[in-house]
Structure formats: C-alpha cells, structure tokens
C-alpha cells in the first residue's frame, strides 16, 4: 500500500528530490530565490521539498507564526509553478504545521526529520497525537526519519532495524540520513532498514553524490539532495548548479 503511495507522487523509478532551502531574509527576495531553485531543479529532478533552513524555530519542536506564513507564502508560489511534486519540511520537526502548509497549498507530501525515537533535548512523536493529525489530511504523504542527524538518541545503542519497524506504523516511507548535512548514509544502516521495512519506500536523506549514487540506489528507492547540487555545499547565497544536477540525474537515468 505504502509503495503505491510513493509511486502514484513520483512516476519515474528511483525518485530524486531536491532540496530548496529557504534561508532568513526578505520576503520578496526569500521567493524570488525559490523560484529560482525550482527553475534549475525542475527540468531534471522528480520532487523538490521547500524548508526552513537556520530559522523560524520557536523551541526544539515547533516552528514560529512568521515561519509558518513565509514557507505557506512560498508554497503557493512555487507549488502553482511546479510541474514536480512538491513537499514541505517545516524545521526543527513542526509536522503540524507542515501539514497545513502542504494541504492549503496543494503539496503532496512532508518531510519529517524525525517520525520515531527518543532524544535528548526534544520532545518524541507520539503516535496517537500524530495520527489523529494525520487523519485531517488523508491526502498528504509522509516521509519519516529515523535516527536523523543532528539529533541525539536517549539510547544511542537502539538498534535502527527497532527504529525502523516503529516507523512504519505512521510514515508512508522511511528518510535515513548521515550524521550531518551533506554526510553520507552508511551503507550498514540502508540495508538493515531496507531488510525490515521491505516494500516501504527507503529514502536516503543527506550525503548522495555521484560517487556513492550506485550503492546507495541499489538499496534504496529514492532520495533527497541539497548539498550534492551546490559546489559549495548548503550556505546562505551559493546557488543551485545546473551542471551539477544534471550530472547527478544523468546517473540515476543508468540506474533506471
């Protein structure tokens, strides 16, 4: 079931979704540099993901009013411009408010940094509240980390395979990261996940790039990219490379 949900956001096999990174500023320059990213990303990437990036963070868990207007103000935009699916992840994990962004703007889907665990210095998901979220917006996918980056683990032994099977309960597919942005899944955790979750989409959340594409893809069923089109990595001002998108993409065309 889970799998047809995927398949029915993203035609093609092996998904890429690019990041847009909306960093603290104007408003009319904040959109105009969406635009932007979705105009390089559109013409060769399957998805893209509008979030808040070092900003808009009223405490561990929940964004901020202004946040949530500026990102809806975006989403509109970029949505009524996009020929892609277009997601939302309302940092540092306000999965509230990123499904009311999504559904008022027609998104397809959010992002959640984490959907399952316990860590220090943030409240859990708890899954009868986010469930009873959830059931208001039926339409809207969801894709759930598990043991993130930049979060601790209360029990850092917790076995990610545990993590995983948890997940699946609420996320419509599982987002596994490395320890940082732009750090590289380790192989170990995809397959594990992968073994546990079965057909559920598994989705690598940060550290893609062309030289670990091919065994990263042949475990997972997609992924998110941001650092890998940037030459400088995700820092306020460097722009999407185009080159370097459809080198990427040109990559997984062979994996297709």
């Not at 979705?38 to 009013?65: C, M, R």
């Not at 699916?85 to 959010?110: K, Q, T, W």
């Not at 917790?158 to 192989?187: H, N």
């Not at 030289?211 to 893809?217: L, S």
Request: net charge neutral.
């Amino acid at each position: 079931m889970k799998e047809k949900i995927f398949g029915r956001i993203f035609v093609e096999k092996k998904p890429i979704i690019g990041m847009i990174h909306v960093w603290r500023g104007e408003l009319g320059k904040q959109v105009c540099q969406a635009l932007d990213d979705l105009e390089k990303l559109q013409p060769f990437v399957d998805g893209v993901i509008i979030e808040n990036y070092g900003w808009g963070h009223y405490d561990s868990n929940l964004a901020t009013n202004d946040c949530e207007r500026t990102i809806r103000i975006i989403s509109n935009v970029v949505a009524g411009m996009s020929k892609i699916p277009v997601g939302i992840n309302m940092l540092p994990n306000d999965y509230i408010r990123a499904f009311r962004v999504a559904h008022e703007s027609g998104c397809n889907f959010i992002q959640m940094d984490h959907i399952y665990g316990e860590f220090l210095h943030c409240r859990p998901v708890y899954p009868q509240h986010f469930t009873r979220v959830r059931d208001e917006f039926p339409n809207i996918a969801v894709f759930g980390g598990i043991h993130p980056k930049y979060y601790d683990l209360q029990d850092p032994k917790m076995p990610i395979e545990k993590s995983a099977k948890e997940a699946i309960k609420l996320a419509d597919g599982i987002v596994v990261t490395g320890k940082y942005t732009g750090g590289e899944a380790r192989l170990e955790d995809l397959k594990k996940v992968k073994s546990m979750i079965g057909d559920v989409p598994l989705i690598v959340g940060s550290g893609l790039n062309i030289r670990n594409i091919k065994a990263q893809m042949a475990i997972a069923d997609g992924a998110i990219a941001g650092t890998a089109f940037k030459r400088m990595g995700v820092v306020k001002g460097e722009p999407i490379d185009t080159d370097m998108v459809e080198a990427l993409m040109k990559e997984v065309q062979k994996l297709r």
